[in-house]
């Protein structure tokens, strides 16, 4: 095993491979860091655990590694020595297709006479929910599960059983193996030996099927890795068609034909409010190949004046999955979006609370922002009246529940089963003073209460021109210019120029400089002269890292460079901020913010991470990864088409 291991994504579908192509159910990352999760997965499950390859009974030796791509090619050959050239060459190759996994291994023989190969696979599926490969290492009782082997004609399956819940991983071979042994251990091990004419070539197929707890589709199985390259050039190629990429930015053009070709490998099935099949980005590889509300909606509104497609599928998705009835072990109350739509085991017994969990203070106004600005870019009217009662419902949540009524502002409390904050920067320690210290009690973030404004403004006039309801329309607009006069004057800072983080319950502020204070620039909550410079602010040297505006700037005691949301640049918060210096007329400090992360994507092939870490390009000359990023990230992969959006081609 190595220390590499290698994404393959493919909708709902994850594998990590290392420069093998093995998997051995060993995390990478060392102590301490979590790395990804080796095997296999498929709605939050893993379903192989083990995948080795042996030749005539022992690991062979990589001289050509897996490289990054959506297929995993490499090269093998028994292990020898100088002296005694290997007798034969493995030439391996893998991909992901929907719910399932395909190989192919070339044996060829390097040998002037016939010889015999013996070449095994050993296998394994032990159906891990997701949630327990995490970081923290919690275990989780599973009372009366059960896992099984059966070997069949072509290969061998392997089941999971606890109570209704049943799972199960099919591999099949062409040619079938000669045997299938046990190994001692829940692995079976498949075996064929082949005969190969001097020179000559032998090719195996393997083919793997999982089916997680409620699959009722009819699954193929792609019938080569080949033909998944294929299926996914295709769609790829289909999600790019139309846009005009910027001809005199060839690094942007770069970095949005490749943000494009990610969205198209993070598209899962998702359901509408009449039953309807839908597409939608998940939130990203490995750990949330998801529905995930605000992720989701910010995807699709990076997107929306390239692939409005997105939005159209988002909107009724969330809509379905809309809270209709308080549930408190959930966070849901009537008219709130969804924060995240979980598939596992763990979820399916209530021994996580993300079946469907509503812990998002911004998801809801989101919903109303995006619904307001796809009628806008589209015209399209239609989708706007048939989610009118799913609207009227989350702006009720966020007069009501949400406390803009009650408190004047939308109003978080920490989850004890969930998440502590539920703002976008939803790690514990992520809404704090300058010195690190911690709000205690019900949060008021500054961000969504822009996304609240704007979401009443839209709505506003989706109310006045869609639905026929002036009165609606003028409660609306009145409820939004109340809230940019409350917010200016309880959120301002006026020693430093720059708006709070937050406020705590007894509304005092929350005085760290974050990144935050951007998105009030995109959602246009605060006036002219604060907003121009609170823009200018951004980009300086302590906020600015030279590759984006850190989340906390520099120099506060609770600023940490490889902090989740205390210091780290995030490519969607950089993307959100650019939009809103560019609304505000200050272009030339847009254009900085796309150039660094333009030439932040650059060095990693055009694609931005999820995260990168807050150390400044005066002190390495290439941005520092953050160790725990997602590999593939809906917002990131959008981001690029922000900074298109913000700043043209320039």
């Not at 050239?85 to 006479?113: H, I, K, M, W, Y």
């Not at 922002?369 to 009628?375: N, P, R, T």
């Amino acid at each position: 095993m190595t220390d590499r291991h290698h994404p393959l994504v493919h909708g709902g579908t994850f594998a990590a491979v290392d420069d093998g192509g093995d998997i051995s159910g060993v995390r990478t990352g060392g102590a301490g860091r979590p790395g990804l999760p080796d095997g296999l997965f498929v709605r939050d499950a893993r379903h192989l655990s083990r995948w080795q390859l042996t030749v005539d009974g022992a690991v062979p030796q990589t001289l050509s590694p897996v490289a990054d791509g959506d297929t995993a090619r490499c090269v093998l050959v028994p292990r020898g020595g100088r002296q005694e050239p290997p007798a034969c060459t493995v030439f391996r190759e893998q991909a992901v297709g929907d719910s399932s996994f395909v190989e192919r291994l070339r044996v060829t023989s390097n040998r002037p006479v016939p010889t015999t190969v013996r070449l095994a696979i050993t296998a394994d599926a032990d159906f891990t929910d997701q949630f327990e490969l995490r970081a923290d290492h919690r275990t989780y009782d599973k009372p009366g599960a059960v896992r099984r082997r059966q070997v069949l004609a072509h290969g061998l399956e392997f089941t999971y059983q606890r109570g209704e819940w049943r799972s199960c991983t099919t591999v099949t071979a062409e040619p079938a193996p000669d045997s299938v042994e046990e190994t001692g251990t829940g692995a079976r091990r498949l075996v064929w030996t082949l005969h190969l004419e001097p020179h000559g070539t032998a090719e195996l197929t393997l083919r793997v099927i999982a089916r997680p707890h409620g699959e009722k589709r009819a699954l193929r199985v792609p019938r080569s890795p080949a033909a998944v390259s294929e299926d996914l050039l295709a769609r790829e190629g289909r999600f790019m068609e139309g846009v005009a990429f910027p001809t005199g930015w060839p690094e942007l053009a770069a970095a949005c034909a490749r943000g494009l070709a990610d969205l198209a490998s993070l598209q899962i099935p998702a359901t509408g409010p009449d039953g309807e099949d839908l597409r939608v980005p998940a939130g990203g590889a490995p750990w949330f190949l998801a529905l995930l509300g605000r992720d989701a909606l910010l995807t699709a509104l990076f997107a929306l004046p390239y692939r409005p497609q997105l939005a159209a599928a988002v909107l009724p998705a969330l809509a379905a999955t809309q809270a209709t009835e308080a549930q408190p072990a959930s966070v849901a109350q009537p008219g709130k979006i969804v924060h995240e739509v979980r598939h596992g085991e763990l979820a399916h017994f209530g021994q996580v609370p993300f079946g469907r969990y509503y812990g998002s203070v911004d998801a809801t106004p989101l919903f109303l922002v995006l619904l307001g600005a796809y009628v806008e870019q589209t015209g399209d009217t239609a989708l706007a009246r048939r989610l009118e009662p799913h609207a009227r419902a989350a702006v009720g949540w966020m007069l009501d529940h949400g406390g803009l009524t009650s408190r004047g502002y939308l109003v978080y409390r920490a989850d004890r089963g969930g998440l502590a904050n539920q703002n976008w920067k939803d790690s514990p320690g992520a809404i704090c003073w300058a010195d690190g210290t911690r709000p205690n009690g019900p949060v008021v973030a500054a961000g969504a209460q822009g996304y609240a404004y704007d979401a009443l403004r839209r709505t506003s006039q989706l109310a006045r021109s869609v639905w026929a309801d002036g009165t609606y329309a003028a409660l609306l607009e009145q409820a939004a210019g109340d809230l940019r006069d409350r917010f200016q004057r309880d959120f301002w800072m006026a020693e430093q120029s720059f708006p709070a983080l937050a406020l705590d319950d007894t509304g005092r502020q929350v005085d760290a400089l974050a990144s935050d204070a951007g998105h009030l620039l995109w959602s246009g909550l605060l006036d002219k002269e604060y907003g121009k410079a609170v823009g200018r602010r951004l980009v300086e040297g302590d906020f600015f890292s030279g590759w984006g505006v850190r989340t906390l700037a520099s120099g506060q005691p609770a600023y940490h460079p490889l902090s989740y949301h205390r210091g780290s640049v995030w490519p969607h918060d950089n993307a959100l901020i650019a939009l809103g210096l560019a609304r505000y007329g200050l272009h030339d400090e847009a254009r900085t913010v796309a150039h660094a992360l333009v030439d932040a994507a650059n060095v990693s092939g055009h694609r931005l991470p999820e995260v990168l870490a807050g150390y400044g390009r005066d002190i390495h000359s290439e941005p520092v990864p953050y160790p725990h990023a997602c590999v593939r990230e809906a917002r990131s992969a959008a981001a690029p088409l922000a900074l298109l959006t913000a700043v043209g081609g320039a």
